[in-house]
């Protein structure tokens, strides 16, 4: 039986994924959020139990639908809101935007635009901790759409090689934009590749939050052990398009209706009720102090000032990127 700290704490994490996210739908509605937002809605479960399976100095690599891993990697939800605002104070001072927040800190090596551009990455800081010897792991999430793209099979082939300490956790969403994963891949089973490799892989239930901790302790277990790497498939669905401005019409209603009926913040919340050791009334008081937290958030980013032009050049050379 897992204990009532972990089962808070992964549905204390999806809980603020959730009320994140649907806040920053709104936020990008009044025009207060620049460019693309992708909504991790649905998929929570597999950010909140990876990360709940890692130790506080272990790598992550996140992807363009990124905002779930770093609030579940510990970012601190004012920076994290401000970033993605554009303003100064954010985690990139407003460099990155939605797509591209950072917090080495803890460990959360950047989101990317740049579909399973993400993944060399994260062999770069695989390889890092195997020659230090600092028993670090590093879970490389990407998509359904990432893994038919060259770098994964290279990725996959290296780590596999050097017997990297690197998770592979393919979020399966089942689209790839709108393209369904039955006609980009002839076996929808995309954890079955590793084969291919010499490389344990599985499938898990990606709503599931205690699914996927189970299934990325076993693998850290294993990687730390030095058997890596592994490949997880997480079987999960988005509940709107693949960004807030998609209608998602192409989307199977059947499929979304089945996931919805398995949404992973009431999954979360069955877990607690089922040990029966807090009651509605602590749970709804908690959801509370997270919409309180937000709204913290979202003040802080709205007095957040945005960078000067002339600050904007200073920082571009200080990179070596301006003229």
Not at 27 to 34: E, N, P
């Amino acid at each position: 039986m897992y204990s009532r700290e972990l089962l808070m704490g992964i549905w204390r994490t999806i809980a603020r994924i959730r009320k994140f996210e649907m806040r920053c739908v709104k936020l990008y509605r009044k025009g207060k959020i620049r460019g693309y937002l992708h909504s991790y809605v649905g998929e929570e479960a597999i950010a909140a139990g990876a990360c709940a399976a890692l130790a506080h100095d272990d790598y992550i690599v996140s992807t363009h639908r990124g905002h779930g891993h770093c609030i579940a990697k510990g970012a601190e939800i004012k920076y994290m809101m401000a970033e993605i605002c554009g303003k100064k104070d954010g985690y990139c001072k407003g460099f990155g935007g939605s797509m591209h927040i950072a917090d080495v800190t803890r460990g959360n090596l950047g989101a990317n635009g740049i579909v399973g551009g993400g993944i060399p990455l994260g062999i770069g800081a695989g390889m890092s901790a195997k020659v230090r010897g600092s028993g670090q792991v590093t879970v490389i999430f990407f998509s359904d759409g990432a893994s038919n793209n060259g770098v994964f099979a290279e990725s996959l082939n290296l780590a596999a090689i050097w017997n990297l300490p690197v998770i592979f956790l393919l979020e399966n969403n089942h689209y790839a934009v709108s393209t369904p994963i039955e006609q980009s891949s002839r076996s929808a089973d995309l954890y079955k590749r590793a084969e291919g490799y010499m490389v344990s892989g599985e499938a898990v239930d990606g709503n599931d939050p205690l699914a996927v901790y189970a299934a990325v302790t076993r693998a850290a277990d294993r990687c730390r052990r030095g058997q890596g790497p592994v490949l997880i498939e997480a079987k999960t669905y988005r509940f709107g398009g693949h960004h807030v401005n998609d209608a998602g019409a192409y989307m199977s209603r059947e499929k979304l209706e089945h996931y919805q009926s398995r949404d992973p913040l009431k999954i979360a919340r069955g877990y607690l009720r089922e040990q029966e050791t807090c009651s509605e009334e602590e749970l709804d008081r908690i959801e509370a102090e997270i919409e309180a937290e937000i709204d913290a958030a979202v003040e802080f980013a709205e007095h957040s000032p945005e960078m000067t032009p002339e600050e904007f050049e200073h920082e571009l050379k200080s990179y070596n990127l301006g003229a």
